[in-house]
């Protein structure tokens, strides 16, 4: 499974972007996760949704970002609303499948 995330940018606080991650399979059967590492920091995941459509989310994140699937059977979207300068960060898609499997990372700047 190859895992492509796109979407990062530079944004004010306050202000929102869209993250996608793109599967060269389909993924709809297969558990999602988001996550992020700041310089400096460890890698925590940031929110998941399941094959069922069960969602959860980092506390720091909750009722700011929301995970969803794409129209497509081999996307998963983050959508983080209201950033902040904490949310500065690379986000990564993952999932396991017998072993993991990583996006590439696409940055999110947020300015204060």
């Known amino acids: 499974v190859q895992l492509q995330a796109s979407g990062g940018g530079l944004v004010q606080a306050g202000g929102s972007l869209r993250l996608s991650c793109a599967a060269s399979?389909?993924?709809?059967?297969?558990?999602m996760r988001w996550y992020r590492q700041a310089p400096g920091k460890q890698r925590e995941l940031v929110a998941y949704i399941t094959d069922g459509g069960v969602t959860d989310y980092k506390d720091s994140v909750k009722g700011r970002f929301t995970v969803s699937r794409g129209n497509a059977k081999n996307t998963v979207d983050l959508q983080m609303n209201s950033l902040k300068p904490e949310d500065t960060a690379v986000y990564y898609c993952?999932?396991?499948?017998?072993?993991?499997?990583w996006g590439q990372g696409t940055l999110v700047t947020v300015s204060s």
């Open positions: 993952h999932t396991f499948l017998a072993r993991d499997y």
């Open positions: 399979t389909r993924i709809d059967d297969m558990t």
